[in-house]
């Protein structure tokens, strides 16, 4: 079964500092190849802050596209994985291991196949 593992920032804790994200994408790279070599890697990548988002409201008869995220939060969308393991237990255990800075969150969620 196919989860999505959303790794989500806490905007006040993410670091611009370059020797600190250089390690944190050093720990993703490692944690990707385990991924690989499990067979359980679908997918993945990391995402630009929400000050690069445009945002496109459904709230009409015309789409509004609008700068910015989808919602101004604490938290955001940092990046993703897309994973493939036998049910949500091993789900849960890929993104405990998930590299992360203090503050962050992982959402697990099943995709919708078919």
Do not use: C, N, S
């Not at 890929?94 to 962050?104: D, H, L, R, T």
């Amino acid at each position: 079964m196919k989860y999505m593992l959303m790794l989500m920032d806490d905007a006040e804790t993410v670091t611009t500092d370059e020797e600190k994200l250089a390690i944190i994408i050093d720990a993703h790279e490692r944690f990707t190849a385990r991924l690989r070599e499990a067979g359980a890697y679908v997918a993945g990548e990391g995402l630009k802050p929400t000050t690069f988002a445009t945002t496109i409201r459904f709230t009409g008869p015309t789409p509004v596209v609008t700068d910015g995220p989808f919602a101004e939060t604490k938290e955001y969308l940092g990046g993703f994985y897309v994973i493939d393991v036998p049910d949500l237990d091993a789900a849960i255990e890929w993104a405990k291991q998930v590299p992360y800075m203090e503050g962050g969150a992982i959402e697990i969620r099943p995709v919708i196949e078919g």
